[in-house]
């Protein structure tokens, strides 16, 4: 018998263990640009929860999450609008500390755009992005993205964080949904 998500999958576009062995790397290098300072992954619910579970386990350096989670209007067609409302704030001020975003997609741009706007008038010391996917070529709104896990094409994805309808998070790999089986 066919898993459920089967039946939604065109072709898988990052199989499991490429996507470890880049999160890997991404820990590797955040731990070097970060040793010594007071490190805070702030993961956006509830796409970016995997990666930052897994991304967590390969920093060799201390650091402490928090969570925020937002909701964009709009998402029934499957775009942000660019109006983003707080669902839940951050449980602790972030002034003074270096701040990583971690995201599991940077689409349109508008969600980050609103976020990082909203979180540097919290003065931070330093705020930057870790994304682990990147669909540069959907971009509205120009957001510095510091470190990409990978460069995608314009293709619905999901698995790894990511939905479709609510369900299928759980995957350990990105994959491309069937044409036809989502209104674009
Ligand atoms: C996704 C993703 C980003 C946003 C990116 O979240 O996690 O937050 O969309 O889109 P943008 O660049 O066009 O603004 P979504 O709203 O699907 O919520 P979810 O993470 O809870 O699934």
Redesign the pocket.
């Known amino acids: 018998m066919n898993a459920p998500w089967e039946t939604y999958l065109a072709e898988k576009l990052i199989d499991e263990e490429p996507l470890q062995a880049r999160i890997k790397e991404l820990g590797a290098q955040i731990s070097a640009d970060y040793r010594g300072k007071d490190l805070l992954l702030l993961c956006?619910?509830?796409?970016?929860v995997l990666f930052l579970t897994d991304l967590m386990r390969h920093l060799s350096i201390p650091h402490e999450i928090d969570f925020l989670?937002?909701?964009?209007y709009g998402?029934e067609v499957r775009?942000?609008t660019?109006v983003?409302r707080i669902l839940k704030d951050l449980d602790d001020p972030i002034d003074g500390r270096h701040v990583l975003i971690v995201?599991?997609?940077?689409?349109?741009?508008?969600?980050?755009?609103y976020i990082t706007r909203n979180l540097r008038s919290r003065q931070p010391a330093s705020l930057k992005i870790c994304t682990l996917l990147d669909?540069a070529e959907?971009?509205?709104?120009d957001?510095p993205v510091d470190y990409v896990g990978f460069a995608i094409p314009d293709k619905f994805v999901f698995g790894y964080?990511?939905?479709l309808d609510?369900k299928f998070?759980h995957l350990p790999f990105i994959g491309v949904v069937k044409q036809g089986l989502v209104v674009e």
Do not use: F, P, Y
């Not at 959907?138 to 709104?141: F, G, I, L, P, T």
């Open positions: 956006i619910l509830k796409g970016g989670a937002v909701s964009s998402k775009e942000s660019g983003v995201e599991d997609i940077v689409d349109t741009g508008h969600t980050l755009d669909k959907r971009r509205q709104v957001i964080g990511l939905d609510e998070r």
